[in-house]
């Protein structure tokens, strides 16, 4: 007489090989497949919401690219206008008065 196996797996899998063959019936309905691939490529439009949120993110990513870009090229001519200017910071109702005259 076989002695049963001390592992739990191993009872597991004794188990599943005494088990009896599943004999149903598995296949799909008759017409299935063709609902399926008919539904998968029906074309609805995507709403606006759908829409926004796939191209959110790129446009995001672009935008600071583009903000990156205009610092980058612009930070150099920006230093040399403010590098002597501190009286225009110290005052700036002054200087909007100046210049709206």
């Known amino acids: 007489m076989k002695t049963p196996p001390a ?14 063959a599943d004999t149903r019936d598995v296949s799909a309905p008759s017409g299935f497949a063709t609902r ?8 609805k439009e995507p709403s606006f919401s759908a829409v926004f949120a796939r191209y ?3 446009a995001l990513c672009a935008c ?5 870009l205009a610092v980058t090229l612009n930070l150099g001519s920006a230093l040399k206008t403010f590098e002597g200017e501190a009286t ?4 700036p109702v002054a200087e909007w008065l100046d210049a709206s005259s």
Do not use: H
């Open 88 to 91: 225009a910071i110290d005052d």
């Open 36 to 43: 399926v691939s008919a539904l998968a490529f029906a074309s």
């Open 56 to 58: 959110t993110p790129r």
């Open 64 to 68: 600071g690219f583009v903000m990156l």
């Open 7 to 20: 592992n739990p797996w191993d009872r597991l899998v004794t188990a599943a090989r005494r088990a009896p």
